[in-house]
């Protein structure tokens, strides 16, 4: 039968992968110690393993797919029944109908802003539980962290909260247009970012600004982004957490969902195609309302029948702006899609920062080992709003949402972690809250001081050579705006914090105006 999606148990602890053949798994487990495996989800698509130096000749190492009747890539079968049909999905959603399907709809029923729940599907991944407590298994060992890097994640994640709470004042007072927030979701970004190398490709969405600052982007270079001075090196054309950095491997935010799926596969391509840099991969951010668009389809196979160096990051925190995930597919989640594109597929407890780390370190060095591309799943509830345009308590109870505030927090898990090792202290918790508030005001306070890029400049680098007419007659008109009431508020206002105060455009207004 077709390949089985997942293999081990849920909320198993894992220390290393589950071999893709029969043959390999039997080898391994009596090799293995008592502790559970990391567990990819594998599809019927199996490739020879190969190293770092061979990856560019991965291609030439595809297995037969079963296209042909002399070479199938299952066995054939000749009844078509339910029990046909229910072991394909097994591992996917419950069988509608079954008792169990309709337990769990009874339990649900109402509830259309739960995340979407897996049956007896896929399992999760995880390694402490909604405390901080090791789970059943796991050993101080398998986490493989020291003192100082649970201290830096924990300080980092701490420090997500305060710089979306100040921006997000800082939409509220007109002193920027717009802020999207990742509340809920520190661990999931910041495990995976601690677990990548430094020269590792990032495509992110807009929620992943956690990993810019993970990987030491200047405050004031951020800043300069979000309140568009001429310091920002897209020079203010971008809205605001639209972040990019060249020299942190950071690819520029776009706004449209899942544009940057396609685009991180063609940059694992180039990956795969430069000798120089076969250990490092390309890891893309993605929430689970982009996945709905065709972009992650084709983004997806693109990088699996190219076998490109890609890591997939998949956050599924429940909702689509306002879409729960409920309405937005039938299926288990994410993961139960990675299998049909031939990508081996985790999913993994989003709120455990130690389980993420864990899973995505596995899964950079199985990139490298097999020249194939990985899809994670990571399970978390996004506890703020969609953006500062949307107030979800119209579509989510508040109680629902401070439920997960209380029952499962990242920061609270880590932290718990932390302080029972006495790594951490209340008084360092308040120290370092107090520390990164201040750090955030006063790198807002030299932003706002600063220039913003003369007007002139936004209809520049658009083409090259001669300007269209039509940008000619656009630049026209607002410098006709500029003359006729660049002296009265708030245009004045506005226009003194440019640079050249909109006098550049003096020399493109029309002579009949």
Not at 43 to 59: L, Q
Not at 156 to 179: E, K, V, W, Y
Not at 457 to 477: C, H, I, N, T
Request: hydrophobic share 35%; net charge negative; glycine share 6%.
């Amino acid at each position: 039968m077709l390949a089985r999606l997942c293999a081990g148990n849920a909320h198993r602890q894992c220390s290393a992968l589950l071999p893709l053949s029969a043959a390999a798994a039997e080898t391994s487990a009596s090799a293995t110690s008592a502790a559970a495996r990391l567990a990819f989800s594998t599809s019927a698509y199996t490739p020879k393993p190969s190293t770092s130096a061979s990856r560019r000749s991965a291609s030439q190492q595809r297995v037969d797919h079963g296209h042909l009747p002399n070479a199938p890539s299952s066995p054939y079968v000749h009844n078509l029944d339910d029990a046909f049909f229910n072991e394909v999905r097994a591992n996917t959603v419950l069988p509608p109908g079954s008792a169990a399907a309709l337990a769990q709809s009874a339990d649900t029923e109402g509830d259309h802003d739960e995340v979407a729940r897996p049956g007896t599907g896929i399992p999760t991944f995880r390694l402490i539980d909604g405390v901080g407590k090791l789970l059943e298994g796991v050993t101080e060992e398998s986490l493989n962290i020291t003192r100082e890097e649970a201290r830096k994640i924990y300080s980092t994640m701490l420090f997500l909260p305060a710089f979306d709470l100040i921006l997000s004042n800082a939409q509220r007072q007109g002193r920027i247009s717009f802020m999207m927030t990742s509340a809920g979701e520190e661990a999931g970004i910041i495990g995976s970012a601690s677990a990548l190398g430094p020269t590792d490709e990032v495509f992110t969405q807009y929620r992943e600004s956690g990993v810019l600052i993970w990987r030491g982007c200047s405050l004031d270079k951020m800043m300069a982004q979000v309140f568009g001075t001429e310091d920002d090196v897209c020079r203010a054309r971008q809205m605001p957490i639209h972040f990019g950095s060249t020299d942190h491997h950071f690819h520029p935010i776009s706004s449209p969902l899942a544009t940057q799926i396609p685009q991180a596969a063609g940059a694992a391509y180039a990956l795969k195609r430069t000798p120089s840099r076969q250990n490092d991969i390309v890891v893309c951010y993605f929430g689970e309302g982009a996945a709905s668009e065709g972009d992650f389809h084709a983004g997806v196979n693109m990088a699996s029948t190219l076998d490109c160096p890609i890591l997939f990051i998949a956050r599924n925190n429940g909702f689509a702006i306002s879409t729960p995930s409920t309405e937005q597919f039938k299926g288990d989640g994410i993961a139960s899609r990675g299998p049909g594109y031939g990508m081996d597929t985790l999913r993994v407890d989003g709120n455990d920062v130690f389980a993420v780390r864990a899973a995505v370190r596995a899964a950079k060095q199985r990139i490298i080992d097999t020249s194939r591309p990985i899809l994670l799943e990571l399970m978390s509830y996004r506890v703020g709003h969609h953006s500062t345009s949307d107030d979800s308590s119209a579509y989510r109870s508040k109680d629902r949402v401070e439920d997960w505030k209380r029952l499962d927090n990242p920061l609270h898990r880590m932290r718990n972690f932390c302080q029972d090792r006495g790594w951490w202290s209340d008084e360092e918790e308040e120290s370092t809250k107090k520390a990164h508030r201040t750090t955030l005001l006063q790198a807002i306070q030299r932003a706002e001081s600063s220039m913003r890029p003369s007007i002139s400049s936004m209809f520049e680098d658009v083409y090259a050579g001669e300007m269209p007419a039509s940008l000619q007659d656009q630049r026209a008109e607002l410098a006709r705006l500029i003359k006729m009431y660049g002296q009265h508020e708030p245009w004045a206002k506005e226009l003194a914090k440019h640079r050249d105060q909109g006098n550049d455009l003096d020399n493109f207004a029309r002579k009949d105006t």
